[in-house]
């Protein structure tokens, strides 16, 4: 990579942002990271993937007002795991050029590294789509796209104070329903590339 150095993905769920990632990485030749940083945190605090896997929707309510990664004593596991996201995330971008899925990466390195944070969006009608064509969702697929949504929205807003999808959160919100997986790819990396 050029001057930007990482790039952060934030998505809505079922429009493509982890497939989005890995073909961006592909083209600038780096890593892609995405769940293994969740199990990498399982790892560091030592939890099992699978409870953590068990508890992940209801660790996200836990998470009600913004946290210090400094100075508490008495962490909630949700906290537990998403200090020791930040502190693998400062880790891996340390030593490397990247991309990075979720886990508000683009909080975590703000001010660290040159970071271009992307959105990907899509309209509800393409991602219910999307949900049963890729997913293998088929009942109540609108209340779980929502579902999903909320979870990953608590997540954000409780861990970065700025809010989820919006566009003033980000340096790039692109709508993968009207562009295509490939094109949002294309835009990110030429973004990149561009930077020099």
């Not at 537990?80 to 390195?109: H, M, N, P, Q, T």
Request: net charge neutral; charged share 30%; proline share 1%.
């Amino acid at each position: 990579m050029s001057k930007i150095k990482v790039v952060t993905i934030g998505r809505r769920f079922c429009t493509g942002g982890s497939d989005i990632g890995k073909m961006v990485a592909q083209r600038l030749g780096v890593k892609c990271y995405d769940r293994e940083l969740v199990e990498k945190a399982a790892e560091l605090v030592g939890v099992p993937m699978s409870e953590i896997v068990k508890n992940e929707e209801s660790m996200m309510n836990w998470l009600k007002t913004p946290i210090s990664l400094f100075g508490q004593s008495e962490l909630t596991l949700a906290e537990k795991i998403f200090a020791a996201e930040a502190e693998i995330i400062l880790d891996i971008c340390s030593r490397e050029s990247c991309v990075i899925v979720g886990r508000c990466a683009d909080y975590v390195l703000k001010n660290r590294v040159k970071t271009l944070s992307v959105f990907i969006t899509a309209s509800l009608e393409k991602r219910m789509q999307t949900a049963e064509t890729r997913h293998g969702i088929e009942d109540h697929i609108e209340e779980r796209l929502k579902k999903y949504d909320q979870k990953r929205s608590r997540f954000y807003t409780a861990n970065t104070n700025k809010e989820w999808g919006s566009i003033d959160s980000y340096d790039m919100c692109l709508d993968s329903g009207k562009l295509g997986y490939a094109m949002c790819a294309d835009i990110i990396a030429k973004t990149v590339e561009m930077s020099e």
